[in-house]
Every structure is written in structure tokens, then in C-alpha cells.
């Protein structure tokens, strides 16, 4: 069978393949590279109240609601720890969460839950928190 594709000036975007008797229309398209949202770092920082570890994070194009910060000791059970809503601002996109530990904390496994308006919750890899005297 003979396929053969042409541009079709009268159809602006449009190609047209033609094949044996059927004349089928079909739309070029280009995709945007989709950005996803990313888990940029995990540190243990001195506040005025102790130590914390400290999440940072920048927002993707996905559609999100707002984030769940979720902790763990054993990478198993994950407990909420914080919901982060979005801001109003749309250019806004580098988020952080500060979550107070013990001063020798270490090894606490945190990940980030990216909730859509359905209310679907699809998670970023978990991440383990570092302190820097195991370093």
C-alpha cells in the first residue's frame, strides 16, 4: 500500500495522508516539556527554637491543590507533619517547610504529596534527612 504524506495549504496545520482511496486528515501537535515538581534539598538548620530540618521544594506544572509533608523513622508508616497550600501568586513556585527535630535527630525519611483538585495524591521520592555531625 502506498502512504505518502503532503502539506495541504488550504488546511493550515493540518497534514494530510493519503492511502490507497481514503484520504485521512490528522493535526500536527508539539508538546511543551512538561516540568515536574522536584524535592530540591533536605538540611538541618538553626532556628531560634532549636534545630529543624529544613524541606525545600519547586512547584511543576502539574495541577496541584496543596502539598502534604509526611515524616518517618522507619520509611514504612508516615505520619502528616504539615499541609502546604499554594500561593495566590502565580510566578511563585519555590516552596520550603521547616519542621522542628531534636538536635541529634538523624535519618528521618520526609516525603511530599502532591494533592490535584481531585483529591489524588501522588508522591515525590522519599528523601532521608542528614544531620551534618553523621557526615
Request: proline residues 3%; aromatic residues 12%; positive net charge.
Amino acid at each position: 500500500m502506498l502512504s505518502r504524506f503532503y502539506l495541504n495549504p488550504k488546511l493550515k496545520g493540518m497534514k494530510t495522508l493519503l492511502t490507497g482511496c481514503a484520504l485521512l486528515l490528522f493535526s500536527t501537535f508539539s508538546f511543551a516539556q512538561e516540568s515536574k515538581t522536584s524535592l530540591n534539598n533536605i538540611t538541618v538548620v538553626s532556628t531560634s527554637a532549636g534545630m529543624a530540618a529544613q524541606l525545600t521544594w519547586k512547584k511543576g506544572s502539574e495541577n496541584v491543590a496543596f502539598y502534604v509533608v509526611e515524616r518517618s523513622y522507619d520509611g514504612i508508616d508516615f505520619k502528616q507533619c504539615a499541609i502546604v497550600f499554594l500561593s495566590d501568586n502565580p510566578d511563585f513556585t519555590e516552596y520550603k517547610f521547616r519542621d522542628k527535630i531534636a538536635s541529634h535527630s538523624n535519618g528521618f525519611l520526609y516525603r511530599i504529596g502532591i494533592v490535584n483538585e481531585q483529591k489524588r495524591v501522588s508522591y515525590l521520592p522519599i528523601r532521608k534527612l542528614i544531620s551534618p555531625e553523621s557526615l
